[in-house]
């Protein structure tokens, strides 16, 4: 018998999985492709954590691999002796959410380690800061982020407010893997985790103190306060955990016109007026595109379900609404953060602006114009979390701001995870700062290009979906790897960076990042998180149309390799 049949006959078998979850599993028994899809692994953690489709099996999400995995942290926290552990937990929107929450948290209970659950919906940085706010040993959010409705996931936390970097969640797989039956997982009711002081649901304060530490990193308030009659924001959390953490930051620094899109504003597990919740696509800004035309307004902006990532829109030289891409947002606002200190004489010798290796160049040579340097960590917010902490132990730098291309930003000490909110409230001040002075944020953009360059990137990718499509990625890279191009659309190759053999004293990761002569690189990726390979691009031009000709000749040419 084949390890996916065992598999499948252990949880048809296993007292411990409920009737309805068994009737599931005999549904598929004829299913041979169905059953190994959901068999023939367990879930892991990436650069997300655990995510996956919800469903029975090892390699889907429901209350069992939750169980699981909750069993293994509950077993990690106590084998680090720390005296009372205690974990935070905060869920999202999506299907099954609550449900996998206060799972969690009972089993935590079950292993003596006090769960602090949120009573409703949050954002994963609030889990983050909530975290550091309770001093607690670790945390946990359920989220799958903009993944499809069907796709839900758990975001392992450790104490300093930063998800899991590898050697950490390999500690907690390894306890994961440990356990071999469900009947090992060990469990409260809820009544009983009340009664023991070991659930404990979370209320307005720890709220309260997130806003406080959000908006104490406001640059300009009184800008703020000046023009609030004439400045006009449209906001949609996309029916995620952003809609109340975000109205209540801008309202607490006083903008006083801001509308939110009604069809979006509530939680929404189908996210039924979008194809994807994902604020990084122009698609999601359809219905907010529609309302800023009617009431002229001066910047949209979006956050996805669990409020980490945050998009911005806003009105280009025709007055139509141009979507920035997460470098460009990304640019924005370290220009005005790092002018805005540099103004009040409040920019610190020792600061520090930090990006992944996937992110432009862009914000690095701003950063510099400013006497800042720049550090590269590998894809995934994690690992400036992991900076931070560094530079708070040793004081070697003061963290200005943190962010990826792929919308995830933040400003300040007191989180260590992306936060859409902060990011939300820097780009609308910005907006507003730059109104003030009569430009919109798309003239302060194109303004950047004159003064450091016409920088332009595109994100391309290739799913392929199941156990042959994860294989089949596994490949492709290693054709790269072992076969690589001398030159790509006659400009010749400079540097193949494989950091999977380490690139500068960075943790091992399966990417490739090929560098050309004229200063543009792109890089291959598989997804830790997605059935998904991701090719990154990245230029730099003397004028714009410069840039994109010559983006446009890259992508074709490797994408031809890839598809061919």
């Not at 356990?179 to 404990?200: C, N």
């Not at 908006?215 to 959390?237: G, K, L, M, W």
């Amino acid at each position: 018998m084949t390890r996916v049949q065992t598999e499948y006959q252990l949880w048809l078998n296993d007292p411990a999985v409920d009737a309805q979850t068994k009737k599931e599993l005999l549904a598929i028994r004829e299913d041979e492709k169905e059953i190994e899809d959901r068999f023939y692994k367990d879930l892991e953690f990436g650069t997300g954590g655990l995510r996956g489709v919800i469903g029975a099996g090892t390699n889907r999400i429901n209350v069992y691999t939750v169980g699981r995995a909750s069993q293994g942290l509950a077993q990690y926290v106590n084998s680090t002796g720390v005296q009372s552990p205690s974990i935070v937990l905060a869920y999202d929107s999506r299907h099954m959410s609550p449900e996998f929450a206060l799972e969690a948290a009972l089993v935590f209970a079950g292993n003596g380690v006090k769960a602090y659950l949120f009573k409703t919906l949050h954002a994963t940085p609030q889990l983050s800061f909530a975290v550091r706010y309770l001093g607690a040993t670790a945390g946990v959010v359920v989220t799958a982020s903009h993944n499809p409705p069907e796709y839900n996931g758990y975001k392992v936390y450790g104490a300093d407010g930063g998800q899991l970097v590898p050697q950490f969640a390999e500690q907690v797989i390894a306890e994961v893997q440990s356990i071999d039956s469900f009947d090992k997982v060990k469990k409260l009711s809820q009544e009983e985790a009340e009664a023991q002081g070991l659930l404990t649901w979370l209320g307005e304060d720890v709220d309260q103190a997130y806003i406080k530490a959000v908006t104490a990193i406001s640059q300009n308030p009184e800008v703020i306060r000046e023009i609030s009659d004439d400045f006009r924001v449209i906001f949609t959390p996309l029916h995620g955990a952003g809609n109340v953490p975000v109205r209540a930051v801008l309202e607490t620094l006083g903008f006083g016109q801001v509308r939110v899109v009604a069809e979006q504003e509530l939680p929404d597990a189908q996210f039924s007026t979008v194809k994807s919740p994902n604020p990084e696509e122009r698609e999601a800004f359809t219905l907010a595109i529609a309302q800023a035309k009617e009431w002229n307004a001066d910047i949209i902006i979006g956050t996805d379900p669990d409020a980490d990532r945050m998009g911005a829109v806003v009105k280009d030289h025709n007055g139509e609404y141009f979507v920035l891409t997460g470098n460009q947002s990304g640019a924005i606002i370290v220009n005005y953060l790092l002018s805005s200190l540099k103004e009040r004489g409040t920019l610190p010798a020792n600061g520090v602006v930090v990006k992944t290796i996937v992110t432009s160049e862009m914000g690095a040579v701003i950063a510099g114009h400013y006497g800042i340097p720049t550090l590269n960590t590998l894809t995934g917010f994690k690992y400036i979390g992991e900076k931070m902490t560094q530079f708070e132990q040793t004081g070697e730098h003061t963290f200005l701001f943190g962010y990826e291309e792929s919308y995830g930003y933040l400003a300040g000490d007191y989180a260590r995870d992306k936060d859409a909110v902060i990011a939300a409230m820097l780009i609308a001040e910005a907006a507003a700062y730059y109104k003030k002075q009569g430009k919109t944020l798309y003239e302060v953009l194109q303004g950047l290009y004159e003064s450091f360059g016409y920088f332009l990137e595109k994100l391309e990718s290739r799913t392929l979906k199941g156990k042959d499509g994860v294989e089949q990625i596994g490949r492709m890279v290693e054709a790269w790897r072992t076969n690589p191009p001398t030159e790509i659309a006659g400009t010749p190759v400079t540097a193949m960076e494989d950091y999977a053999t380490g690139v500068n004293g960075l943790p091992l990761e399966n990417v490739l990042k090929f560098k050309l002569e004229d200063g543009s690189w792109f890089c291959l990726r598989p997804s830790g998180t997605e059935p998904k390979i991701k090719f990154y691009f990245a230029v730099k031009g003397s004028t714009g149309a410069e840039a994109a000709e010559q983006l446009d000749r890259i992508i074709q040419y490797v994408l031809s390799r890839v598809d061919g």
